[in-house]
């Protein structure tokens, strides 16, 4: 069976300070990735997704970014993090390019101070 | 823009009052429906889908969603509510393409004993 991990669960890092966020997925192959993050009141925003390793489709300028360095593996990263990106950000997974649902991780929570 | 909409951002209901939440959309062409809960420290499980055929879609704990294409809009019903039923509902989307899925801004349910 499919699973998806992603960590960590929790992160505190302060104001200017990089980020990595990791999650992989484990029984599939070739999967679609997808950062979200969610905000009370304004749903689950949609960051970046990716089809394939390097393939990058960013939906929101903001001060993140993503990468696929293996096919199961999705980061998300900053390098200077800012108060703004304080958030519950989820990773979630789908099969390829066909009608399907979302698997979502157990999400990372990060408070930038 | 397109995008997904939610009505109703808090509802509060007693035990055994009927539910109904509204989501429209406002892409065209083929779509994929979703309704996914979250449930009070858990992560996101889907609730029920539409892709093809019936538009009216049964899913897990009763509930159930009604595809009117005319109206671009998937409302997902339960009959009567229970108290475990306190979660938050969300829609979701996935335009032509089968590639991402656009969120609502999502729905709290309160359900009172």
């Known amino acids: 069976s499919q699973t998806i991990h992603q960590w960590p669960a929790t992160l505190v890092q302060p104001v200017g300070s990089p980020l990595s966020l990791e999650c992989t997925v484990e029984?599939?192959?070739?999967?679609?990735l997808y950062w979200y993050r969610q905000a009370a009141g304004r749903g689950l925003q949609l960051l970046f997704y990716?089809?394939?390793?390097?393939?990058i489709s960013s939906e929101v300028p903001q001060n993140l970014s993503a990468s696929r360095p293996q096919d199961r593996q999705f980061i998300l990263s900053s390098k200077k993090l800012l108060l703004s990106d304080s958030g519950f950000y989820l990773c979630?997974?789908?099969?390829?390019?066909?009608?399907?649902?979302?698997?979502f991780g157990e999400g990372s929570r990060l408070t930038v101070l | 823009a397109q995008s997904v909409s939610q009505h109703n951002h808090h509802v509060i209901l007693s035990e055994a009052a009927s539910l109904e939440l509204g989501c429209n959309y406002s892409?065209?062409?083929?779509?994929?429906l979703f309704w996914y809960v979250q449930y009070p420290g858990q992560h996101l499980q889907l609730l029920l889908k539409?892709?093809?055929?019936?538009?009216l879609v049964k899913g897990i704990k009763g509930f159930e969603a009604e595809f009117i294409k005319s109206k671009f809009s998937f409302n997902l019903r339960k009959p009567s509510v229970q108290w475990s039923d306190t979660a938050e509902y969300f829609c979701?989307?996935?335009?032509?393409?089968?590639?991402?899925?656009?969120f609502g801004t999502g729905t709290r349910l309160l359900v009172s004993p």
């Open positions: 979630a997974w789908k099969l390829g390019n066909q009608a399907g649902e979302l698997f």
């Open positions: 029984g599939t192959s070739n999967p679609n």
């Open positions: 990716s089809v394939g390793i390097g393939q």
């Open positions: 892409y065209g062409g083929t779509v994929n």
């Open positions: 539409y892709f093809s055929g019936d538009p």
């Open positions: 979701a989307v996935t335009p032509t393409g089968f590639q991402k899925l656009v």
